[in-house]
């Protein structure tokens, strides 16, 4: 008796004969289906083989798990999905991806998933927790493209996965002292390291005591704080990159704020906690925000601030070098937006301009650029 290369071949109690090998990921394979006879297994057998070869091979049966188990073992087995994107995807299953997740991996092809999307985008749902699913179900199926569970990615739409946010809102200079002077005292720290010092709500409140040095006039970033959605956990956590591990230096101006923050309102390990003593919640500065801003009239959000800082650090020449240490960003795209949102107010510039050409104002511009005629 001859034994076999690859796989090997058994006869059934019912007299046909099943097919099986060990696959690429180390697991004995079945073959889907039992054959008459030993001579159609063993020519399953050898095009199976043939296709791991050429890197073609799919694994049938994992093909045919259902979307929705598939995709929540991804989401518990991932090392790089955290918390917040966790549960923010199995809440988007549940109402955005329902009629997915009973089908096989193997039947969400190209035509599926844009009948999906577009059924979507016609129902209730926002953009955002759209763009947020069709992202979730590209990485799943990478995943099991990677698995050898499909042959192709199916999501090919391009832009689905961008939400289209819009431009963000820049506050002015009065604006921001507005909010300071209106939001209850016990959170004007946190509007001015957002506006002035570009930092996160989840980086403002995972502050503590020591990070804050009014001797050199410095804020370290050290961590993230996370507070999940639908449940009260919270947690630290390490910014993205090592970029994100940042000092940033204050203005000189904000220090008369910081050292009363410190002095009347921190806690003993934590700069910001509530008046119980705890560490201080997202949602507690969002609804103090969320009153100073109705009371000023100014349309912006929180995380607007971040951006507003950013910007008026451009505006005073910053590099793209500087923008990127003060954001924590490890790569440039970021930190480009806001040298562009200062390239734009040239338009503002020119109108300065005629407004100055209007008055004839010639007396109050350097000599050198006065034109004699």
């Not at 093909?63 to 598939?70: N, Q, R, T, V």
């Not at 503002?348 to 034109?371: H, M, N, Q, T, Y």
Request: proline share 4%.
């Amino acid at each position: 008796m001859v034994r076999r290369r690859f796989g090997k071949v058994r006869k059934l109690p019912s007299g046909r004969h099943q097919a099986s090998f060990i696959g690429p990921n180390g697991q004995r394979q079945n073959a889907p289906n039992t054959f008459r006879t030993k001579t159609d297994a063993d020519k399953w057998l050898v095009k199976v083989e043939a296709d791991i070869s050429r890197g073609t091979w799919l694994d049938e049966q994992l093909g045919l798990s259902l979307f929705g188990e598939y995709a929540s073992d991804y989401l518990t087995d991932n090392p790089d999905v955290g918390a917040r994107w966790e549960e923010t995807c199995r809440r988007n299953m549940r109402l955005h991806m329902t009629e997915l997740l009973d089908k096989p991996l193997i039947a969400i092809t190209g035509p599926v998933v844009r009948r999906w999307h577009a059924k979507a985008l016609a129902g209730k749902g926002g953009k955002t927790s759209i763009a947020q699913s069709y992202r979730f179900l590209r990485a799943v199926m990478n995943q099991a493209k990677r698995d050898n569970a499909i042959p192709v990615n199916p999501c090919t739409i391009k832009g689905a996965g961008s939400d289209g946010s819009k431009e963000r809102n820049v506050a002015t200079v009065t604006q921001v002292a507005d909010l300071v002077d209106k939001i209850t005292p016990r959170y004007r720290a946190a509007v001015l390291l957002a506006a002035w010092c570009g930092l996160r709500r989840g980086e403002i409140i995972g502050l503590a005591v020591v990070d804050l040095s009014l001797e050199t006039n410095e804020v370290h970033v050290r961590r993230n704080r996370v507070e999940l959605l639908e449940s009260d956990d919270a947690f630290d956590k390490d910014p993205k990159t090592d970029a994100g591990k940042r000092p940033v230096s204050i203005p000189p101006h904000l220090r008369p704020y910081l050292v009363e923050h410190k002095e009347k309102w921190a806690g003993k390990t934590w700069l910001f906690v509530g008046r119980d003593g705890e560490r201080m919640r997202g949602n507690a500065i969002y609804q103090a925000f969320v009153r100073a801003r109705n009371k000023v009239g100014v349309d912006v959000t929180f995380h607007d601030l971040r951006h507003t800082g950013q910007t008026l650090a451009a505006s005073t020449g910053a590099t793209l070098a500087d923008l990127k240490k003060r954001l924590g960003h490890s790569s440039s795209a970021a930190a480009m937006r806001y040298m562009h949102a200062v390239d734009g107010r040239d338009k503002e510039v020119a109108a300065e301009l005629s407004k100055l050409a209007a008055r004839g104002d010639a007396a109050s511009l350097p000599r050198a650029i006065v034109v004699q005629h």
